[in-house]
Nanobody, 115 residues
Framework: QVQLVESGGGLVQPGGSLRLSCAAS????????MGWYRQAPGKQRELVAA???????NYADSVKGRFTISSYNNKNTISLQMNSLKPEDTAVYYC?????????WGQGTQVTVSS
């Protein structure tokens, strides 16, 4: 079992920045990738960014150049630095951790970009 605890969401004006963090605990040794997904009202959940245990990263085209995913604290914590935020980035952001068999999700944190 893996537990994921997210933090860092909130309200920000367009063009602003936010940093999300996700701390994993439990059976973290077999996690091979972690990432962030988001889900806006009426839309499907989509991948925002992911990072593997060897540091390979992947980003949605819509956030490339604006968002940066990082891992630290012996790879059991990931962060998502979000810059130049746009209203269309408004969504609930979910942390995700992948093992060979199981996938785990955090509880979600709301990000609202509005003036």
């Amino acid at each position: 079992q893996v537990q994921l605890v997210e933090s860092g969401g909130g309200l920000v004006q367009p063009g602003g920045s936010l940093r999300l963090s996700c701390a994993a605990s439990g059976d973290i040794s077999s996690i091979y990738a972690m990432g962030w997904y988001r889900q806006a009202p009426g839309k499907q959940r989509e991948l925002v960014a992911a990072i593997t245990s060897i540091g390979t990263t992947n980003y949605a085209d819509s956030v490339k150049g604006r968002f940066t995913i990082s891992s630290y604290n012996n790879k059991n914590t990931i962060s998502l630095q979000m810059n130049s935020l746009k209203p269309e980035d408004t969504a609930v952001y979910y942390c995700n951790a992948n093992q060979r068999v199981f996938t785990y999700w955090g509880q979600g944190t709301q990000v609202t970009v509005s003036s």
